[in-house]
């Protein structure tokens, strides 16, 4: 599941915890740098659905909840993915966590995305958050407060197509896609042919929201 | 966002259709097992209440409470106003308390202004005088969205007593920046001074506006804020201003059939067109608290 140190860019350690240290500001270009392309992704997202598969012993009871904006149609790759490899049609949701953010009084409110739960609902089922990066960890922690609020889930697990690192809290990802080391001044963006016409994951110099 | 909803003048296009996209995503929480959600914990809404109102104090009660919010209900009667305390001494002393946003009703038209200047918090204009009520335009157009599907272009009606109506003014306001056509259907003496200076056409003459509706508001006849005498009796204002089955048969089939409430039955509204399948009157009641809970987040949800 760890990248090959080989893809990581020069003068990194191999995990992110001991980069914080790092000066970020020497030598770093300043277009964003390409980390995976988009048959890095397809492979990306075809092994994790092999590994839901695995862990879950045939994704039965199983649903996969996209948390927006990227994480939607991952989900949906992944329930595409897991239905080719085994004919399982695995529930595909949307839950928005807006309303759970513990950030809104710093950044200002936001719009709201829908939250689309599977018809069957989440009661009892084994629920398999998605989302594009896991960053801080406090999107994770609100999507876990509205899951409580939505339904009794009997297991909840975390698919993510990046780990960047520095967690804010004790939350771990079950299947990641990349663990990408990174440093705080950097920004990793997900790019999605659904939602931005490409597939890419790219690495830029600062945080840009 | 803005800081206070005072008119319904403060929301442009875009800002209006924020919130009717995010009652939209409220409404979904009426729907669930928990009725509840954490964004306004800690945060105090104060319901400052100098008229009497059932369904709107209420309804801003339940929207702060679904989200959380601590409710601090202050109604004129029972409280120091009855003792002739003045509106600022009475707002500087919920400000003491540390109140989050206050929601106004008051009599007096341009009270919810004045209250902006004094207090730190938002203010939420619920009803000022025969000014505004910018909440109920906003649950109108929600209504008249959620079920004609949109807002650009449609045709709405609205009858009666245009000049004591506050619901008519805020409507009149944000359904023009909202895109759809707006008429005024009323007695020559129920129309405010100045009404052709509002985006909307005026029409004396009920039966002919509406085989071209697609909603039709029917306002309350206010007697409480009628001193004089605006038509010669109920029971003609009701021939030529009230919506009875005949007059309803009359709409496209697609119409609906709105009121702000509290209803007449059979003064402006007939009881069979009331409870009838056109009618959205208790849906809009629904709808006023998904619209009050997306403006509380929007005016509180950012804020330190």
Known sequence: MTAPPADLPEGRPDQGAADQANSPAEAQPAQPRPILNASDLARITARIAHQILEKTRGAEHTVLLGIPTRGVPLAHRLADRIAAFEGVDVPVGILDVTLYRDDLRLRGTRALGPTDLPADGIDGKRVILTDDVLFSGRTVRAALDALNDLGRPSQVQLAVLVDRGHRQLPIRADYVGKNLPTSLAESVRVLLREVDGDDAVLLADREVR | ?304
């Open chain 2, 1 to 304: 966002m803005i800081a206070h909803l005072l008119s319904a003048a403060d929301l442009d296009r875009e800002t209006a259709t924020l919130v009717l996209d995010t009652a939209t995503e409220m409404a979904t929480v009426a729907g669930r097992e928990v009725k509840k959600l954490p964004t306004l914990r800690g945060r105090t809404v104060v319901n400052l209440f100098y008229e009497d109102s059932t369904r709107t104090r209420t309804s801003f009660e339940v929207a702060a409470k679904r989200l959380s919010a601590d409710v601090i209900n202050f109604s004129a009667k029972g409280s120091s106003v009855s003792k002739g305390e003045s509106l600022k001494d009475t707002a500087l002393t919920l400000q003491a308390m540390g109140a989050d946003a206050v929601v106004i009703r008051h009599s007096a038209s341009g009270a919810a202004h004045r209250l902006a200047h004094w207090v730190d918090g938002s203010v939420v204009n619920a009803g000022d005088g025969t000014h505004e009520h910018p909440t109920q335009a906003l649950l109108d157009a929600y209504t008249m969205r959620s079920r004609l599907g949109k807002l650009d272009g449609v045709r709405v009606a609205i009858v009666g007593d245009v000049l004591h109506s506050r619901v008519a003014r805020s409507n009149v306001t944000l359904l023009a920046t909202l895109g759809a056509e707006v008429t005024l259907v009323s007695p020559p003496t129920l129309l405010p001074v100045g009404v052709d200076s509002w985006p909307a056409a005026v029409s004396y003459d009920l039966d002919a506006v509406l085989p071209d509706t697609d909603a039709v508001m029917m306002l309350r006849v206010q007697r409480e804020r009628m001193n004089d005498s605006f038509f010669p009796s109920a029971r003609e204002y009701a021939r030529r201003y009230g919506l009875d089955g005949a007059r309803m048969r009359a709409l496209p089939d697609h119409a609906i059939v709105m009121h702000p409430g509290p209803m007449n039955r059979g003064m402006e509204i007939a009881p069979e067109v009331a409870d009838s399948a056109r009618s959205t009157i208790v849906e809009q009641v629904a709808n006023g608290v998904s619209v009050r809970m997306a403006v509380l987040y929007l005016l509180l949800g950012g804020k330190s």
